[in-house]
């Protein structure tokens, strides 16, 4: 930090200044020249002030000159600052007013002793010295050494942060209420270093936020940082970094300098933001920085940056001036609430009172007010000659200039937080009692607790950190077309607020860097869009990144989101990736190619078989229907259109009694079927047992048993099937693992163990329908039904074993479409291999239906055997 050296010249003279002569009587003797306030008036309590009038000249070597000599640059070349004789001018009218006044310290007056620092820390330390105990040497076996009152009660001022936080150090042991109308910093809060320290203007803390906000608000995440290398400068930004990296914005680069730092360190601080892809530079820097660097900026190209400026150079009129270039036009920045303080401007503009002064001061003020020089001074055949008389009508420039109006007022709450302190304390009505011994401690707590309102209505109080409420203005800046410089106020900051309401920007336009109405655009990379995510670049900041598209089933509906949603399980992410689908129901519907293919088949079945029934039904008194167990045949025609029709149960949207239906229909209808199947293979296989010597077998197995042996048969399935139902039956569900973009709307099994239990014993009819049917197959020819019922058998067989397989392996509603097929081809091949022949004999060859035929084939039969 630059202060640093300068610093340590101080602390040098500290020390030098407590060595002793070898005199019998010790003496504290001050080295060097000691210091005389500027402008000073008497008073029964008196106010010091400290200002910087002069600046030093901002030359390298002189600085180092200055760093390693310790000695002052009194004859060097210094510029008398209008801006800080203002300050003192608002500390002089708050001192005369309240003076005036009978109600603030009615009957006591105010004095004051008010110093130049010239801008120099070891200066400003040995000022507050002077403040402390003035300019005597004291001897060190004196009585007075250590009861000596101080020579003021309260001090007002520094204008910038590094001298506070000097002065504060220095006379805080002694609780000296030090009252700051421009110094920030936020470390200046710490009551452990800096008790007697409070201020008018508010912390940096809030400013430092305030800027974050306003650099979020407008999208700007990737942006330079150019801060003054100080107290201010450092800790206002270190907060500003703190606060943006929070709210997602990075920081380029971030590089600082001092107003005495070399040319060439400047030119590389400029360099950098040339070098940078940022558009936008968060200057964090004091006013007088802020004038070196644009003088150093006018050589290089560098419009089309936005700026974004703190409230020390924002609203200063005098950079604005300086800007030749317009590098700053359409700047934005948070600046003190523009305020307005009656009777102020004309105490400053008129100088009438300023010729008594009569002082070194008041002729250098004089002459480069009015840019003239008196006559036993003047030198230079350029200037005009002082009369004296000079007044300032149409004379413009930094003094005539009332821009920083707010930071006057400051100077004014300061003196009158003071005022109000010492008329509490003095017990002020309409005397005060001078009696009272003042004690700077017993001030200090008086002026923590003030809490009082200006002329103006404003409200003045400190909280526990000596610090006011924080409010800002949002201020732009927008030239004229005469190349003026307006400061628009377009919003607030208001840090009592919640966050989110801290903020507010009014409905006016904003004008941008070379005088663009749009927004500027500052990021490291593209915003994501949406249906897109961020993934962080290797090895640079959390602002630059790229963008991948979210995977299947994911989405992201938000710009720039880091991660993408999955999608909820009946959801699917659209072809953009931006929102959630709901997803397509599919199921095995009568509208489909697949549906109306089964359903025409299953259609088709039923028709042939009920034509099949008629053709019996015709024929139900021909030998061939009566040899074959015409009853059986009827119920199992009956049994193979409930078949036919059950597969149609399978098609359509699933629902809670159509999913217990088809599965349970599918399960008795086969099982009737297959129960027909296997009466009409006994009946066969009985029959023919029945007609060798000593058999009696038909007895057993009558018309009444073969019916009792079909329902018994079928009870069975039905109790499986009523069990099956009762402790877990089928269920439409949705199933959401096949297909990623599609939901299948099926029937649930429900219980595994009941469905298989009914396609187990299916399986076991068909098996015992097999071996009756393969045992009667050498039977007489006219008893050949049970040769097709074996060849039926075996299509049944091998449709239902290649079933589940296909079954299981089978997706979605192929699953479905596979059941459907094995009802249809093993019912189809039940039809076909039993009926279709004896339709064919019926139909066809007619004289082959008789009993003659049928007994005289029986007999031949017979006797070939023998």
Known sequence: MQGWPELGCALWQLVVLVSFSQTEEPTCVQIGDPEIAQLSQDGDIVLGGIFYFHSKALDYSLLLFYQLTCRPLVNLKSSLNFREFQFAQTMLFAIEEINNSTDLLPGVSLGYNIYDTCGSIPKTIKVALALNNENVNT?????????????VQAIVGETSSSPSTAIGTLIGPFHIPLISHFATCACLSDKTKYPSFLRTIPSDYYQSRALAQLVKHFGWTWVGAVR????????????????????????????SFFRTDSTEKIHKVIETI???????????????????LIHEMANYNLTGYQWVGSESWISDSQIAVVDKNHILDGAIGVSIPNTHVSGLREFILDVRPLRSLNNDLYKE????????????????????????????????????????????NNVYKGVYAVAHALHEILGCGKICNNNVQLDPLTILQHIQKIHFKTKEGEEVYFNENGDPAAKYEVINWQPRENGIVDFITVGVYDASLPFDEQLKLQNRSILWSQGSNQVPVSMCSEKCPPGTRKVLQKGKPVCCHDCIGCAEGEMSNITDAVTCVRCPPESWSNERRDACVKKEAVFLSYNEIMGILLTTAALFGTCVTAIVTI??????????????????????????????????????????????????????????????????????LMAFKATLPGRNLMKWFGPTQQRLSVLAFTLVQVIICILWLSISPPFPSKNLKEFKEKIILECALGSAVGFWSVLGYIGLLAVLCFVFAFLARKLPDNFNEAKFITFSMLIFCAVWITFIPAYVSSPGNFSVAVEIFAILASTFGLLICIFIPKCYIMLLKPEKNTKKHMMGKGKLQVKKNR
């Open 139 to 151: 001897s060190s076996n004196s009585d007075t050494l250590c009861t000596k009152p101080v020579q």
């Open 615 to 684: 053709i019996f039904y015709k024929n139900r008194k021909t030998p061939l229907v009566r040899a074959n167990n015409s009853e059986l045949s009827f119920l199992l025609l009956f049994s193979l259109t409930l078949c036919f029709l059950c597969s149609l149960t399978f098609i359509g949207q699933p629902s809670k009694w159509s999913c217990m239906l088809r599965h349970t229909a599918f399960g008795i209808t086969f099982v009737l079927c297959l129960s027909c199947v296997l009466g009409k293979t006994m009946v066969v």
């Open 274 to 292: 040339q070098a940078s892809t940022s558009k936008v530079i968060v200057a964090f820097v004091s006013h007088l920085d802020m004038d070196v």
């Open 228 to 255: 003054t290398n100080d107290d201010y400068g450092n800790n206002g930004m270190a907060t500003f970094t703190e606060t943006a990296e929070q709210l997602g914005v990075c920081l380029e680069y971030s590089v």
């Open 365 to 408: 003020f004089w002459e480069t007010l009015f840019s003239c020089k008196f006559k036993h001074e003047k030198s230079d055949e350029n200037y005009r000659e002082c009369t004296g008389q000079e007044d300032l009508t149409g004379v413009e420039n930094s003094f005539t200039d009332m821009s920083l109006m707010p930071i006057f």
